[in-house]
């Protein structure tokens, strides 16, 4: 396991600096539910699922949730979050996920939130996903557009009067992700683009009016503005029917 992997799991080894992000939390969990209401989804896998805030509210007494986080941190709020009348139907994995044993084609629906500027293969991680999806299924991805001048400027706050990285995140644009996605057989179906304003801002104002702030600006899914200002985006995508034929040569990417 590579020095990044390591560094990764220290850093989301101890959740509460993660979990004072409410406004993001928020915003994500908002944006997902609104992508998947009329969804029908039976077996649900969060990868880095943290505390689970984006994926327990999915789930019910008629669908499977397989929680995955290297975290034992992360994966123990989780587990305390789940309604004891619901604890059957949740799988919970404390490992990373490209070394996880999967079922291929197991999954309606995958969600991959903070997850791509910390992977160590990017492209491989996203194969990967492909590999574990129904035709036909799921795939709510996150990222922030390393092109953008937000995050741009994001960077050199972070590095010059913030505290620094203690590795370096994938920087990924939005144009890279696009190709990446096609070449592993996903069509995009809606997309939500915000930014958490300037860099910053959550030192000068509480989470909840950072949150109004933000939807100020940027509206919600579906009835979005100024998209071209957000540089986080989330995407929801979905399988297509050839990808069953194309799944075992994408697989090799890893």
């Known amino acids: 396991m590579g020095s990044k992997t390591e560094a990764v799991r220290s850093v989301f080894g101890e959740p509460s600096w993660y979990l004072k992000g409410t406004c993001n ?12 209401k009329d969804e029908s989804l039976n077996r649900i896998l969060d990868i880095g699922c943290g505390d689970g805030s984006i994926s327990l509210p999915l789930l019910s007494s008629h669908r499977h949730l397989t929680l995955l986080d290297f975290s034992e941190g992360m994966l123990s709020v989780a587990r305390s979050r789940v309604p004891a009348e619901l604890v059957g139907n949740v799988e919970f994995r404390n490992e990373n996920f490209m070394d996880a044993k999967l079922s291929p084609g197991e999954y309606d629906l995958i969600i991959c939130i903070g997850v791509l500027a910390h992977a160590d293969a990017p492209e491989a991680l996203i194969s990967k996903i492909v590999s574990l999806m129904r035709p036909g299924g799921n795939l709510i991805l996150e990222q922030t557009d390393a092109s953008h001048f937000m995050s741009g400027l994001t960077y ?3 590095k010059y009067f913030f505290v620094p990285e203690k590795y370096e995140r994938n920087r990924i644009s939005s144009v890279e992700l696009r190709r990446i996605v096609a070449k592993c057989g996903l069509d995009l179906l809606a997309s939500f683009r915000y930014s958490l304003l300037f860099p910053g801002m959550h030192r000068l104002v ?21 998209s071209h200002l957000g540089n986080e985006c989330i995407y929801r ?16 990417l890893n």
Do not use: C, D, W
């Open 206 to 226: 509480s989470q909840n009016v950072l949150y109004k702030m933000i939807r100020l600006v940027y509206g919600s899914y579906p009835h979005a503005r100024l």
């Open 156 to 158: 050199l706050m972070e």
């Open 25 to 36: 939390i928020r915003i994500r969990v908002e944006t997902v539910q609104e992508f998947l």
């Open 237 to 252: 995508l979905k399988s297509t029917a050839r990808l069953l034929e194309t799944s075992r040569p994408i697989q090799r």
